[in-house]
DNA sequence: ACGATAATAGTAACCGTTACGGTTTGTTGC
DNA sequence: GCAACAAACCGTAACGGTTACTATTATCGT
């Protein structure tokens, strides 16, 4: 996603454009990783020392729910990396050293829907975590 | 996993029969889902009133990593159910109202792996979410 | 039954996250 | 551009699940 969908996603729902978003985006969109929200937090408070939980949270939660953000969880850390294909649904290997991600398009859950008749399915959530080819050559 | 199965690997393992971890294993035996340590901790302070979380967690972790149960994230909080077959690799469908779960052959990794070359995978996470027959017809 | 050592209780610290009251900032209509 | 209103923010404290520590107790091989 770049940021002008992000900042047209966010006008539409009658969000303001403040500093502290403008850096939030701008840091995501140079990302192509998972970052948790102390990352995020300290790279923010290069600009703004004296930002606040409060600002953070709330932001990566919006944004999250507005479909900018994707979100997992790792480590027992909220995690949130930018969207990167609202369109077309697909999961991560995540590199568990690094933590860059590749997109797999490949969804199980085509195969799946069979199985569970009688059943409401309402998400699922796929994951591959391992070492990435850089981090396996270092 | 039955009851004799898990003390026979505890014993091999060289860890002792207490009467916490008779209470544990009771309780995960009579339980076809996934429990939070609170949960887990709330049943056995009926026993024990003046149970450690200690005790709780330590004994949580030790099963878990000896394979007697198995362990997930939900909403943040560690869960735990007793290992349902520790033989054959398979995942779960979780339902977010009752929290029981129903096991799922298929594993997306096998048609999977062929898209990862130069990737070292360690591990993936399969899970889905959403009501069961018995929640959704209540 | 004894002794070595694992296991536990009681409690406090830890850490990521959430919540809150008061202040500042962005936007909208003039 | 300015006022007014709501949104966004800061500073800080509380929260909840988890982890850690020390002294005490229980288990098990001998």
Redesign the pocket.
Known sequence: MTLDEAWRILSEH????????ETLLEYFSEHDKYL???EVRNFMAQD?P??????I???L?TFSELGILEETELNG??HFRMQCDAKNHHHHFICTECGKTRSISHCPMETITGELSGYEVEGHKFEIYGKCPICISQ
């Open positions: 009658q969000f303001k454009r403040t500093k502290n978003r948790s929200a102390m703004n004296g930002i606040s939980y409060d600002t949270y709330r932001n939660t850390e909220r």
